[in-house]
């Protein structure tokens, strides 16, 4: 007989027996299928059931966090490698994308991002950990951590977003209209929606930002140089952007330029860093 201390917490003792291999596939599967559904919906120019996309990704978000949280759980910290990261990262833009579902008609952004879930939540339990250490898990640098999260999440978004208006803009110049863009909102409303986006993301970004330089003793320290500088740089892009869709009414390829710019600094700051100290300088 297994013998469980009692001062252990039931949940924390129950984490040791469970493992993220099931949570990981049952979600991968989820998250394929709701994609596969929805796009031979579109396929055939009808809409897919809302309802059911719905319920489909959010029981495909429950599994995708049962298994972040096994995964990314230990006992002297959170562990946040690079899978996991875009894992976690993944899980808070549906987690965004199906809420404002509710409200919005963006659920042609979730075409693109269920497969982008099943691929992190696969990544992140088949591929090998890279060398870091469980963060500590002071208020301060958790709240750090959430709003980067989000933040990144945001954008991600944002790109998506800008993505769908480009090939909504090229497909009505062109005057060939598929069935993916037959379903969507007329041009400027995308547009709306997408500088909403880009609003929401830079202002958490500027928060996160913020929250780094308030809960982080060092920000310029040699582990965090390159992700500081190039996070601020993306920071600029983004604002540039905003001024000049309120100031000189960019939209179109211009701001889809800006839009991808900004977000390859940002994923360069945050990816770019873990991917060469965990799987090239081993720090």
């Not at 998506?160 to 409303?189: C, E, I, R, W």
């Not at 140089?225 to 190039?230: A, D, E, G, S």
Request: glycine share 8%.
């Amino acid at each position: 007989m297994l013998y469980v201390p009692n001062s252990a917490p039931f949940g924390l003792s129950l984490l040791g027996f469970m493992h993220p291999l099931l949570p990981s596939l049952a979600a991968a599967c989820l998250y394929g299928g709701a994609a596969i559904y929805q796009g031979l919906r579109l396929s055939t120019r009808s809409n897919p059931d809302k309802r059911l996309l719905g319920l489909l990704g959010a029981l495909a978000l429950l599994f995708h966090g049962g298994s972040l949280f096994v995964q990314m759980h230990h006992d002297i910290g959170m562990q946040l490698d690079f899978f996991n990261a875009a894992s976690l990262i993944t899980f808070a833009v549906i987690s965004i994308t199906l809420l404002a579902c509710l409200r919005i008609p963006v659920e042609n952004l979730l075409l693109f991002l269920f497969p982008l879930g099943c691929i992190t939540v696969l990544l992140a339990q088949f591929m090998p950990i890279g060398t870091i250490d469980p963060i500590d898990e002071e208020p301060g640098i958790i709240a750090h951590i959430l709003l980067s999260i989000i933040a990144y999440g945001m954008l991600t978004i944002a790109v998506f977003q800008a993505l769908l208006v480009s090939m909504q803009d090229y497909q009505l110049k062109h005057k060939h209209p598929s069935g993916l863009t037959k379903n969507f909102p007329p041009l400027q409303t995308m547009e709306s929606l997408l500088f909403g986006f880009l609003w929401a993301g830079w202002i958490l970004l500027s928060l996160s930002l913020l929250s780094g330089a308030l809960f982080i003793d060092d920000l310029f320290a040699q582990h965090l140089v390159h992700k500081t500088i190039l996070s601020c740089f993306a920071w600029i892009v983004f604002a540039v952007l905003l001024w000049g869709r309120h100031q000189l009414g960019w939209r179109g390829h211009k701001a889809i330029r800006w839009t991808l710019a900004g977000f390859c600094l940002l994923m360069l700051a945050y990816f770019g860093s873990k991917l060469v100290r965990e799987f090239i300088l081993h720090i």
